[in-house]
């Protein structure tokens, strides 16, 4: 496989559930991202993870929380969400945090839905 | 002030059309700027990196204007492949900030 990898494609959970999303890059990069994408919004970025350290939070609430295990793995953990967390969950790598210069490469995303 | 800020269009262009966006941004200290593309419920994909002196990929040409704070994507002779939206990207010195442009649509028809 090459490139960025996301699963599940689509999650449909209740807001009592808990699930995770998973990312997994395969380009040898060292910097992993977590964006949001909400109807007619910018990307919003959530969590920047690099060299296995998470070295940015966006004021995200704690119902998202963050995992990279190594380098080429990254988790979201999703717990007791809410309809207004329904949306496109993008995970991006770039070579290092610096050469985010040079652009990302994205998963093709989760799509979820809280319900 | 929106810190990225595109026209959502959508712009409806005829196939073979000229078409430009422009998108501008509203801190001076930016360092690297970048035209995504992103199709109807995929990811962004990155479409061109946006240098000062300009550049061009096939049909595709970005420019810079620092002066006045944007950045444009002119698409020449349109295809039905174009239609997608496009992103604005801006990272700020030392790429620790990346904002994206909300989108501006393209339908390119037959």
């Known amino acids: 496989e090459t490139g960025v990898t996301q699963t599940p494609r689509h999650l449909v959970m209740g807001m009592t559930n808990k699930k995770s999303l998973k990312c997994e890059q395969h380009l040898g990069h060292n910097a992993m991202y977590w964006y949001k994408q909400s109807a007619k919004k910018p990307l919003e970025l959530m969590f920047v993870?690099?060299?296995?350290?998470?070295?940015e939070n966006n004021s995200v609430p704690s119902r998202f929380s963050p995992e990279c295990p190594n380098s080429s793995h990254l988790f979201l953990h999703l717990h007791t969400l809410q309809p207004e967390d329904s949306a496109l969950y993008l995970c991006?790598?770039?070579?290092?945090?610096?050469?985010?210069?040079?652009?990302?490469?994205f998963g093709s995303g989760t799509r979820l839905t809280v319900v | 002030r929106k810190e990225v800020e595109q026209d959502p269009g959508p712009f409806n262009v005829p196939e073979g059309a000229t078409v430009a966006f422009n998108c501008t941004y509203s801190n001076s200290a930016s360092q690297s700027f970048f035209w995504y593309r992103q199709d109807c419920r995929k990811e962004p994909k990155l479409l061109m990196s946006?240098?000062?002196s300009g550049n061009e990929d096939g049909r595709f040409t970005a420019q810079l204007n620092r002066a006045s704070q944007y950045i444009s994507l002119l698409i020449r002779d349109s295809k039905l492949s174009d239609s997608a939206t496009y992103l604005c990207v801006v990272t700020d010195t030392g790429g620790f900030k990346t904002i994206f442009g909300a989108g501006t649509r393209l339908f390119v028809k037959a």
């Open positions: 991006a790598s770039s070579h290092d945090r610096l050469t985010a210069n040079y652009g990302y490469t």
């Open positions: 993870y690099s060299l296995e350290e998470r070295v």
């Open positions: 946006v240098y000062s």
